[in-house]
């Protein structure tokens, strides 16, 4: 197993990418410490793993990243519930309004930004301390491919992930020779995920089209002609965490399919 014996913080873990890394870091021997804003749903997630696994391999922990407390109660629940952490994922995230830059309110842009950017900081700096004692430890952010390109209506949600690479490399920068490693994921289009299918709807609406057409012209547009998986990215996980990488670190990996070529 990649992951024995190994403790991970996964953000955002009551659905879609964030339940699917949580599940399959359990699978490969570590103990999770799950964490969103939803009680039930994390609360199931625990239940499943532990049900997989033996008793207290998940453990759950509602809080909304957004707020500071929030940040330090996840960090110190998980260090309660199992000793030390050796790895965070930085998961959770919100889209915000489907609306252009002139429309868009302060108010939308500062949430945003407090969940998919401040968050992912302050539980950095709150990890950072004991793994650099132990001089070993990893972080992998979740950012989009669409930090990377062109699409109109997400300016918050762009900025926010565009931001979390830089945050992912100046991370690296700092605790390579402390023996950390920081990288970061870009999903393509995981159509599967509750946010997407939300995005889907919204975006058809705005632009007053079909939703499953204006889905069809996007995914051509990625070479291999389809979406990708939970499952997909949430092994992509595993590879930037586990030792399978160790020479990898200030990376931001595609795992889009053949979308995005930088």
């Not at 997407?196 to 499953?212: H, R």
Request: glycine fraction near 8%.
């Amino acid at each position: 197993m990649l992951l024995q014996g190994k403790v991970a913080i996964v953000t955002g873990a009551g659905r879609g990418i964030g339940r699917a890394i949580a599940r399959k870091f359990a699978d490969e021997g570590a103990r999770v410490a799950v964490t969103a804003r939803t009680e039930s749903e994390i609360r199931e997630v625990a239940t499943e793993i532990d049900r997989k696994h033996g008793a207290k391999t998940a453990h759950p922990v509602v809080a909304d990243v957004s707020r500071e407390p929030d940040c330090e109660k996840i960090v110190a629940e998980a260090r309660k519930a199992f000793g030390a952490t050796d790895i965070l994922v930085n998961n959770a995230a919100i889209y915000g309004p489907v609306q252009p830059v002139e429309k868009f309110s302060a108010r939308d842009w500062d949430e945003v930004m407090a969940v998919n950017l401040r968050a992912p900081m302050l539980l950095s700096k709150l990890a950072l301390p004991e793994m650099y004692a132990r001089k070993s430890g990893v972080i992998l952010n979740i950012s989009t491919v669409g930090a990377k390109a062109a699409f109109a209506l997400s300016s918050a949600y762009t900025a926010s992930k565009a931001g979390l690479i830089g945050l992912t490399r100046t991370l690296a920068a700092e605790a390579a020779q402390k023996g950390v490693r920081v990288n970061a994921i870009c999903p393509g289009p995981v159509t599967e995920t509750r946010m997407s299918q939300q995005l889907s709807k919204e975006f058809a609406a705005y632009f007053k089209a079909d939703a499953d057409e204006s889905l069809k012209r996007m995914l051509n547009s990625v070479l291999q002609g389809r979406p990708q998986t939970v499952g997909e990215i949430a092994q992509a996980a595993l590879f930037l965490v586990s030792d399978q990488s160790s020479a990898i670190t200030g990376q931001t990996l595609n795992v889009d399919g053949g979308m995005i070529f930088y």
